[in-house]
């Protein structure tokens, strides 16, 4: 079982960085691949970065690519979703989840994650 914890959303004017962060309590973070998904008033949750358990290998959302950067310590249990150059259409509630079956080659899609944090909001104005 792992527990989740995003904090650091908030409100921000575009152009402007927010860092993320994703807090895991349970046993072996390190064993789970990560990611982060957002989700906008009346639309669905999408895919917007994911990390391997070792931090070796990311991916990211076509919308984000160059300006998210998702890292990760597991000495810290923390997974982090650096966010630049920021645009109103990025607000929305940002959602870290575990998955231990893609932990090598993280997983793109929401249904492969088990483990889900509650979610924290992050609006850019313009």
């Known amino acids: 079982q792992v527990q989740l914890v995003e904090s650091g959303g908030g409100l921000v004017q575009a152009g402007g960085s927010l860092r993320l962060s994703c807090a895991a309590s349970?046993?072996?973070?390190?064993?789970?691949?990560m990611g982060w998904f957002r989700q906008a008033p009346g639309k669905e949750r999408e895919f917007v970065a994911a990390?391997?358990?070792?931090?070796?290998?990311?991916y990211y959302a076509d919308s984000v690519k160059d300006r998210f950067t998702i890292s990760r310590d597991n000495a810290k249990n923390t997974v982090y979703l650096q966010m630049n150059s920021l645009k109103p259409e990025d607000t929305a509630v940002y959602y870290c989840a575990a998955d231990w079956g893609s932990r090598v080659n993280p997983a793109r899609t929401k249904y492969n994650y088990d483990y889900w944090g509650q979610g924290t909001q992050v609006t850019v104005s313009s």
């Open positions: 349970g046993r072996t973070f390190s064993s789970y691949a």
């Open positions: 990390i391997s358990w070792s931090g070796g290998i990311t």
